[in-house]
């Protein structure tokens, strides 16, 4: 693409030492390091970096433009703009030819849940004779048994992207699902993505040390549905409290599918049971009945289930062979993994409350009547400290034993995180404390007699453990096995 077609197509204030419009732009840049020559290098203000100040570096390294929302003292092309973090996604979309609108995006939001049912409907596009590729937390994949690659970020910015999107679209493949932080719509990562669909799973608290308030949260995960138009599809889980604010922002010509448990749905579990070997329960779908057997456990997973089966709906793909497909399903990487048999150890991604609470009751629906249940957890650093307390609460609530440990630290001090956790306990008899994590899991293999569960939450599938000068390789999984000593479950 052409400096002259970037400028033609984009809202600019004014136009600084740009001579030579007819310049190809090779790709985009905003992280200065990695500039190349003939990148427009994008000047992105965030929370702790204000790109304006590497512009120079940028440059050096041989970018033809620097697209920025002051004029600044450089000798070099400036294209002055009101918002980079908005442009940003304009110039991407426009660089890549809108790929978007060559595809079928799905776009799955929430709280909790988002990887798992991005990686359910993946399946269900498949069992359809239809490929799909996915993108998310874990990273992104073309298919379901391809391998993972680059996850930096749950939904990638925007340059990112927009590449995926047009690789994809390279591929062939016509059907896309991915999850949608609130992160990333705030930060106009997928402006100009143009979504076909919409997932809500739950709303509950996180991120509120960047979003501050719950209200705001929800705002930024309604970005997704507003921008819904007509011929689009909404699913919207009816039990959450947020359920209905979210159906009053969608266009009233777009298909809403509701599903859920306890309130009136589209979509309805009833007679839910769980065992050792999973959940089974009822699926009501527009008052016909299926019989639906899990190979995955808890009642996040039924709802997650659900909402798989709810986009199938939507899909107009045949409800029972969604469901078939699903039944032969295990988890996803780190969700309510069993990792260990006798004890049974579980390792769960939940950093929430909400999430820490349905993985317990899912883990107490399972354990026998004549164990315990092992609760090991932290909280991570520089992120919302207000989470930490109730979680706290929640684990001294559900579990026989409670073991607080260090989750990803960053830059706070460790046994600040776990002060903050404790103060939700009404009682420390029940708790051990130990701040180095491996540390920690072999105090719950200690504990844990053949008949107990134990759940070590908070990291899941990630590999690492941020510290506070370095990240160092941690994978909660291969010291669960490592501990433990016994037989993958």
Known sequence: ????????????????????LSEEIAGISYNSKKTQPNDIFICLTGEHVDGHEFAEEAVANGACACVVERRLNLDAPQIVVSDTSEIIAQISDLFYASPSKKLNIIGVTGTNGKTTVTHLIQKIYEANNQECALIGTLGHKFFSGDNYRDAKHTTPQAPELQALLYKINEKCIKNVVMEVSSHALVQHRVDYCDFNGAVFTNLTQDHLDFHITMNNYFKAKAILFENLVAGDFAVINADDEYASRFMEVISPTVNIVTYGVNMSADIKAKNVVFNHD???????????????????????????????????????????????????????????????????????????????ENVLKAAKDIKPSDGKLICLFGCGGDRDA????????????????????????????????????????????????????????????????????????????????????????????????????????
């Open 278 to 356: 999973g959940a089974s329960f009822t699926c009501v779908v527009r008052e016909k009945e299926y019989n639906v057997k899990l190979k995955m456990n808890g009642m996040f997973s039924v709802y997650n289930v659900l909402a798989a089966i709810a986009t199938a709906y939507a899909l107009k793909f045949d409800v029972e062979k969604s469901i078939k497909t699903l039944e032969e399903l295990g988890g996803v990487a780190g969700r309510f993994e069993i990792i260990i048999n006798k004890p049974t150890v579980i390792v769960d991604y939940a950093h929430t409350p909400d999430g820490l």
């Open 1 to 20: 693409m052409r400096l002259d077609t970037l400028v033609d197509n984009i809202n600019y204030i004014e136009l600084v030492n740009l001579e030579d």
């Open 386 to 489: 207000t989470k930490r307390p109730k979680m706290g609460r929640i684990a001294e609530e559900l579990a026989d034993k409670v073991i607080v440990t260090s989750d990803n630290p960053r830059s706070e001090d460790p046994q600040q995180i776990i002060t903050d956790i404790l103060a939700g306990f009404k009682s420390v008899n029940n708790v051990i404390v130990e701040p180095d994590r491996e540390l920690a899991i072999k105090e719950a293999y200690k504990l844990a007699n053949e008949n107990d569960v134990v759940l070590v939450a908070g990291k899941g599938h990630e590999d690492y453990q941020i510290l506070a000068d370095e990240t160092i390789h941690f994978d909660d999984r291969e010291k669960v096995r490592e501990i433990f000593g016994k037989e993958i479950g």
